[in-house]
């Protein structure tokens, strides 16, 4: 027979855990770059921009476009690397029980 309580308790144990991971995963920061390390963007572990560094050679009214396109390829770039950090922190915080694909709140 199972052990409904201790089942239970497992759980809110793991959930627990879980949010633990994610408010210090959260206060973690990556960053990403583009163009050779022209455009380098941080982001914390909820995605929130913290900084951006823009080569000078780069501030041209002509190459606006550029500039644009580095950007959001910068910012993409530090997403994953907080994407593959949080999915990370939550094998180590449910010992590696997988969660289906489910998304973390931030």
Do not use: C, R, W
């Amino acid at each position: 027979m199972l052990n409904i309580q201790g089942i239970i308790k497992q759980a809110q144990q793991m959930q627990h855990k879980m949010k633990e991971t994610q408010e210090k995963l959260g206060l973690e920061e990556k960053e990403g770059s583009s163009g050779g390390n022209m455009v380098k963007v941080v982001l914390n572990g909820k995605s929130e921009m913290k900084s951006i560094n823009i080569d000078k050679s780069l501030l041209n009214e002509e190459d606006v476009s550029v500039l644009e396109d580095l950007i959001v390829a910068a910012y993409n770039d530090a997403h994953q690397k907080i994407d593959a950090m949080m999915e990370e922190g939550m094998k180590e915080a449910t010992n590696g029980v997988g969660l289906g694909g489910l998304k973390l709140p931030f």
